[in-house]
């Protein structure tokens, strides 16, 4: 089994803000897939489940707020961290540009952090949706909280859904990794 988590906060104050890009990702994508993420009974996460290659893969939206995000994963004990892909928001890129890298530390982001820290590892594959630094006098929070008008971020948001499309038909990441790096909306 395979898990496509894209981060972000739950409940209509935080849609569509830049910290739920990975959300916004993740369902772009299931809609590829004519999958519906839902809510299951007593569940801190919304999912939907695609056949891909005879194997199951998992869409998912942690409920559990970006900074505990990876509290969700005690749902899926045996999953093993090269068969994890998140989706989430990175300051350090322009908006419309994406970077997939595999492995790595959590760079300060508080999502990353929390499921490192439940998955006891850091090998997992990433796909950054850039959000841009703040603007002066605006602050992290303010900044990745925020909601934007910007077409540029919605761009990068569907090269990302993209992206991870043709990880979830089996693409390996390598491939999609040289596609798909830094790529934006000029290229």
Known sequence: MK???GLGNPG????????????????SC??????????????????????????EVLMVQPLTYMNNSGAILRHWPDAKAHDIVVVCDQMDLPPGMIRIRKGGSS?????????????GSGDFTRIY??????????????????RTTDPDLQIGIE??????KELVEGKPVEEVLLAYNRRNRST
Do not use: W
């Open 107 to 119: 760079a300060g982001h508080n999502g990353l952090k929390s499921l490192m820290e439940h998955l």
């Open 30 to 55: 299931a809609a590829f897939f004519q999958v519906k993420l839902k809510k299951r009974c007593f569940r801190l996460y919304r999912q939907a489940r695609i056949a891909s290659l005879g194997q």
């Open 3 to 5: 898990l496509m988590l």
């Open 12 to 27: 209509t104050k935080y849609e569509h803000t830049r910290h739920n890009v990975g959300f916004d990702a993740v369902q």
């Open 129 to 146: 949706i850039g959000i841009g630094r703040p603007a002066e006098g605006t602050s992290v929070v303010d900044h990745v909280l925020g």
């Open 159 to 164: 090269l990302a859904a993209k992206a991870l």
